[in-house]
């Protein structure tokens, strides 16, 4: 295995009463896309939190290019962050700016560079994500498609070494979603940045994933190349990957028996 | 029974104090990013704009109106004994000491307060704020000291506003309506409104409303649950607790500078 970006060890999370992870384990390699999946509420997002010190774990540790993330100082902490990108699922733009501020929102904040300057860097991003026609549209005035787009273009504009994309295939028509899936393909090979791809969408992940870890109560169910783990003699892996309704992961929630319950019995 | 009473009484005390101290480093933190501000006014710019100049059309109209039915209530009474001409002073003080403050401080609560809450709110709910920090920036030095500083200046530029307004539509009333000699108007304000103890004085009021009501806004929206529900409840919050604030706080302050 390359050499490895993020290193996450004897992880332990939990929401309140509710333990998200009980004792996580992963590894995520240098200059490659990785997919984190598994099913809803599993804390795929909560995860991607963890690594960008959003959210601090109960017990072990995120280690990002050989530093502590839960360690750092804030300052520190925010030193590290110049070198993430995230792609929130909603793409979370500024509403009152435009799509050209939006993108050139982090120079602004971080750098005093002249405004040709940043008007290069803005649309060479644009280009890449096919919307510098756009550049003057405000948020609203954007589909869902092009808002994940233009959030894209934000999110690289300071060429970030960890790009860290939250269910980017979600609500999106086919056109944009194989625009999206080429475009994360792209920006790993181009810019040689390590990617890790959080999303249930099975088919479209694995077309672009070098390696796939799949979580599931809190721990790292499965993990291996996309070949490895459709070749895997797992019920639970098959279950999620072919997607039926019914297997070790039961299609019902925990409930008393049906029939009882229509007769009049507890519920 | 007794027992579980008991223990909600001191689950919810605790969650006070907590809130309390949250709030408390919450304004340090605020704070902390006034320096990095002073590099960039323009931010502050922006937001004099919209929690400032927005405001003023509520301000002026309300200053007027009260104004003018404080002349109008005043005069009655003041013509039975035969001293309509302290009328002047009658609106001013009331005006200067008490009304402007209070009255543009709940108005401005309403008005830019509410409007902040849920911006901050919104701006959570839509994970805005996750992706500054994410880019990192910090979204409390770029989004919320820049808007509280701007509140806290606006508001005592909105109370002069609201009392010269509420006093000169007074005179309208007062003198050219109902009669009221215009010399003894004007020169008994003159005599009887000290610049240092009413007007300094009904300036800090409006400067320490500023802060709190600019406080409970930002904190409110920044610590809002990020659903729609979340944020329509941090917004009620926020005008309930500055009202709160801002009448409880006067009757203090009042007593400090005004009473005994």
Known sequence: MPESIVTISDLQFSRGEREIFSAVNLVIPKGKVTAIMGPSGTGKTTLLRLIGGQLVPDRGDVVVEGKSIPALSNKELYISRKRMGMLFQSGALLTDLNVFENIAFPIREHYDFPETMIRDLVFMKLEIVGLRGAYKLMPSELSGGMARRVALARAIILDPVLMMYDEPFTGLDPITLGTIVSIIKELNQALGMSSVVVSHDVSEVLSIADYVHILSEGVVAASGTPEELRESDSEWVRQFLQGLPDGPVPFHYPASDYHQALKGGSL | ?260
């Open chain 2, 1 to 260: 029974m007794i027992l579980e009473s008991v223990r909600n009484i001191g689950h919810k005390t605790l969650s006070i104090f907590q809130r309390v101290g949250q709030a408390s480093i919450f304004l340090l933190h605020i704070l902390g990013g006034i320096k990095s501000l002073l590099l960039r006014p323009s931010l502050i710019v922006q937001q004099v704009y919209s929690a400032g100049v927005l405001s003023l059309l509520i301000i002026l109209f309300s200053g007027l109106f009260v104004g003018m039915v404080l002349s109008l209530l005043g005069y009655v009474t003041l013509v039975e004994f035969g001293v309509e001409g302290s009328l002047g002073v009658l609106v001013s003080l009331s005006m200067i000491r008490e009304l402007g403050p209070v009255l543009a401080a709940l108005l401005f609560s309403g008005r830019a307060g509410s409007a902040l809450t849920a911006e901050i709110g919104l701006m959570k709910a839509t994970e805005q704020l996750a992706s500054m920090e994410m880019m990192a920036v910090d979204p409390v030095k770029r989004i919320v000291t820049p808007r509280f500083i701007a509140g806290v200046f606006s508001l005592p530029v909105l109370t002069a506003i609201f009392m010269a307004v509420g006093i000169y539509s007074s005179f309208l009333v007062g003198s050219i309506w109902l009669g009221v000699d215009e010399g003894s108007f004007w020169s008994q304000m003159q005599a009887n409104v000290d610049f240092q103890h009413d007007l300094i004085n009904g300036f800090i009021k409006s400067f320490v409303f500023g802060v709190v009501v600019m406080w409970i806004a930002v904190f409110e929206g920044y610590h809002a649950i990020p659903t729609s529900a979340g944020v329509s409840e941090a917004t009620t919050r926020s005008v309930v607790y500055s009202a709160l604030a801002i009448l409880g706080l006067d009757f203090i302050l009042t007593s400090i500078m005004f009473g005994l």
